[in-house]
């Protein structure tokens, strides 16, 4: 989230049908979205949409959050390669392996700033902060990083795949992640840890939410079953210089947040992206090209640090 707007405004919709809005002074950017599976059910409220407190939405949704994007590299590194860390039993979610006990690798690269992005391993990494910086720590032959950071205000880090090419999510055929995390201290006025992407044309900056350092949130009346769980689902419009970055070219104003909450907090698993991006458009919420899927982990403040010792995002088409 990259707004300056100190307002979020959540709206819960259903498929095709008009919206209801609450205003929430909780954090300094809003969230939102449409949540939904292949095969899972939605049930959801109408009503008319609420004004925001820095701009006003379209007819579906006002608030809003900002997210992480743009260009840029730097950072201190830290020489090392990567051993693999070892695990011990097996979960089996959404119809694939995930190792909940898999420890952290050795090794590894350090990246520090504000703005920074990269390759390690096949998989993009990026850390973005609107505050007084980060790190992250990635490695040459693991699908695993870290991230740390004290008092940053807004600060993410994520490890996925950048997508260069303008297409529709169903061209990738299945987009899952498979992650596990642990995570230490605190995170300040609000937290996010799970997947994170944006869409362009139209602009849509997205969350799936699996944990929280401050509890899961949004949560509304629509509610959609996916890789076995109960997600709400959320949509909002923002207003700020965030998007700047992330949107596609020559973007300007606002843009769209959609969000997927979990019912309850899981710290490994498999998230099905695909599923929910189905689920979004079976609302009647209108989806753009895939730009990024990324595992991601937000913060508002605070000083505390995590692990991802599972960190993948594969698709089943290029």
């Not at 609000?190 to 997205?206: A, D, L, R, T, V």
């Amino acid at each position: 989230m990259r707004s300056g707007v100190l307002f979020s405004v959540i709206v819960t919709c259903a498929a095709l049908a008009s919206c209801t809005g609450k205003v929430e002074n909780t954090r300094s950017t809003g969230t939102g979205g449409a949540v939904g599976s292949g095969g899972a059910t939605s049930t959801g409220g109408s009503g008319a949409p609420a004004p925001a407190g820095g701009g006003t939405g379209p007819a579906t949704a006002s608030g809003g959050q900002t997210g992480a994007g743009g260009a840029a590299t730097g950072g201190a590194q830290a020489a090392g390669g990567a051993t693999a860390g070892t695990g011990g039993s097996i979960g089996v979610d959404g119809g694939v392996t995930v190792d909940c006990t898999a420890t952290f690798p050795t090794g590894g690269t350090t990246h520090t700033g504000t703005n920074v992005n990269g390759t390690a391993d096949g998989l993009n990494y990026g850390i973005w902060t609107n505050g007084s910086g980060g790190d992250i720590t990635v490695f040459p032959s693991a699908h695993a990083f870290s991230a740390s950071w004290n008092n940053s205000m807004d600060f993410l880090a994520h490890v996925g795949l950048d997508f260069n090419t303008a297409k529709d999510y169903t061209a990738y055929g299945t987009i899952s992640a498979q992650f596990s995390e642990i995570k230490t201290g605190t995170s300040g006025s609000f937290s996010s840890i799970g997947m994170y992407g944006w869409m362009h044309s139209p602009c849509i900056e997205w969350y799936i939410n699996e944990d929280s350092y401050s509890g899961l949130r949004p949560r509304g009346s629509v509610t959609a079953v996916i890789d076995g769980e109960t997600y709400y689902l959320t949509t909002s419009t923002t207003t700020g210089t965030g998007g700047a970055n992330a949107c596609e070219a020559g973007h300007t104003g606002s843009w769209t947040n959609i969000t997927s909450t979990r019912a309850s907090a899981r710290q490994c698993g498999t998230v099905t992206v695909s599923d929910h991006f189905k689920a979004w458009a079976a609302q009647g919420w209108s989806l753009g090209t895939v730009a990024s899927v990324h595992i991601n982990v937000e913060v508002g403040g605070g000083a505390g640090s995590i692990q991802f010792p599972v960190a993948n995002v594969t698709t089943t088409s290029k």
